[in-house]
């Protein structure tokens, strides 16, 4: 299975740049949530001052490998805030079963608990409507009119790497974030 979250640039030649790279006068409202190297889900709820939830879209185990496909959009009152998209290695599953039944948790509130749990080569980028990942995150609702942040990472642990892209939805709800 590919998810759009491959490392190729793809047909619409998208470009993931260190956060650094990109110029402060583009930065958004919700920067300090792309650029977040914790758990996403605590700074958002920090943020807005109230709680995340979980909506589980899939989650799809290689019968080959064992590796976890997780697809999931992460909610503040209802609202669709993130659209994230993450591999867990089946080697990793095997010393942490738990990640094999995270259901409707926040994947990165129980990853940092973990000793040593980093998030590293972080990128950002600007993605068309027509992006794979954009079309996937706003599946069954109205699709965005303009370009959407999105940012990947992998979070490691144990010298082990979980891949994870997040693509952050709703312009109206995170006008209110601050820098």
């Not at 943020?47 to 989650?59: K, M, N, Q």
């Not at 996937?136 to 994870?164: D, K, N, Q, Y």
Request: one cysteine or more; a negative charge.
């Amino acid at each position: 299975m590919t998810f759009p979250h491959s490392q190729s640039a793809g047909p619409d030649e998208t470009v993931w740049q260190p956060p650094e790279q990109w110029p402060s006068a583009e930065h958004p409202p919700h920067w300090r949530w792309l650029i977040e190297r914790g758990s996403l889900t605590e700074r958002i709820s920090s943020d807005l001052g109230a709680p995340v939830t979980v909506e589980l879209i899939s989650e799809r185990r290689d019968a080959n490998d064992g590796d976890l496909d997780r697809e999931v959009r992460l909610h503040v009152d209802e609202c669709p805030i993130v659209y994230a998209i993450s591999r867990i290695p089946g080697v990793l599953i095997q010393r942490i079963p738990w990640l094999a039944s995270l259901g409707h948790q926040p994947l990165g509130e129980r990853f940092f608990e973990l000793p040593g749990a980093e998030r590293d080569r972080l990128q950002i980028a600007r993605l068309t409507p027509q992006h794979p990942l954009v079309e996937c995150a706003w599946s069954g609702m109205e699709a965005p009119g303009s370009m959407v942040w999105a940012r990947r990472s992998r979070l490691v642990t144990a010298g082990t790497a979980i891949t994870i892209t997040e693509c952050f939805m709703d312009s109206a709800q995170l006008t209110g974030v601050r820098r």
